[in-house]
């Protein structure tokens, strides 16, 4: 399921584009601020965004050269300047198609399916796909090593990637801490499971949202760990 980010400091208008996009399979965030939305932007795995020109903090145009010096993703830039300078210049800037308030909802969610059928068709042409997990809000990129909660990306070391991506591929296993250590540092545990605890530990903090009562990856009294689906 495509993921969109709309920056919208009109709420109004916000909430429209959203219910519309939804109502079409989409799941949608909604920021109204140009400041967080921007750092919502580089910072989450989204599949379009659609970006208001006049926000607060940080302008459309600004967002969209950011958005588009990290990430190919395909930008609807909306306004309603109709100046076919401010037009050339989104476009300038890497935008992908710019529509001009007011528009009709049916109309952008037809440009957003346009633009995110070309991207797909782009990108499934030149760059083999890469092979994800995805569970509960987790996603685990295990060709390009990223991962994300909810949206949004977490820094994984070498082996804390490692450990979470052997358990998530192999739900519902039990290991124990010996088998552990032995699979992802790739050597006999000689004494030294403790720095297992301490990864998974380290995994929880970053993908649990209470690691008190963890979602992902239970501890089984007395045997291990096991990565619940």
């Known amino acids: 399921m495509s993921r969109i980010l709309i920056i919208e400091d009109e709420e109004a208008i916000a909430e429209l584009e959203k219910d519309y996009l939804e109502l079409s399979g989409f799941t949608v965030d909604v920021e109204n601020d140009g400041s967080l939305g921007l750092s919502k932007a580089l910072s989450g795995d989204y599949n379009m965004f659609i970006l208001d020109l006049m926000l607060p903090g940080v302008d459309g145009f600004e967002i969209c050269k950011q958005i588009r010096s990290a990430k190919n993703t395909p930008i609807i830039m909306v306004s309603a300047k109709k100046d076919d300078i401010d037009k050339i210049r989104g476009l300038g800037l890497g935008a992908d198609d710019y529509m001009t308030k007011p528009f009709s909802p049916s109309e952008m969610v037809a440009r957003v399916k346009a633009h995110l059928a070309r991207y797909e068709r782009l ?107």
């Open 123 to 229: 990108i499934g042409s030149n760059v083999e796909e890469n092979k994800v997990i995805e569970i509960r809000g987790l996603k685990i990129d295990t060709t390009a090593r990223r991962v994300w909660i909810n949206g949004q990306e977490k820094a994984f070391t070498t082996k804390e990637f490692d450990l979470l991506t052997f358990l998530a591929s192999h739900p519902n296993h039990v290991y124990t801490k010996d088998e552990l250590f032995s699979e992802i540092w790739d050597m006999e545990s000689i004494g030294d499971i403790a720095t297992v605890t301490v990864h998974i530990k380290k995994i929880r903090e970053k993908i649990e949202f209470d690691t008190s009562n963890p979602q992902y990856i239970e501890t089984i009294w007395g045997v291990g760990y096991r990565f619940k689906v």
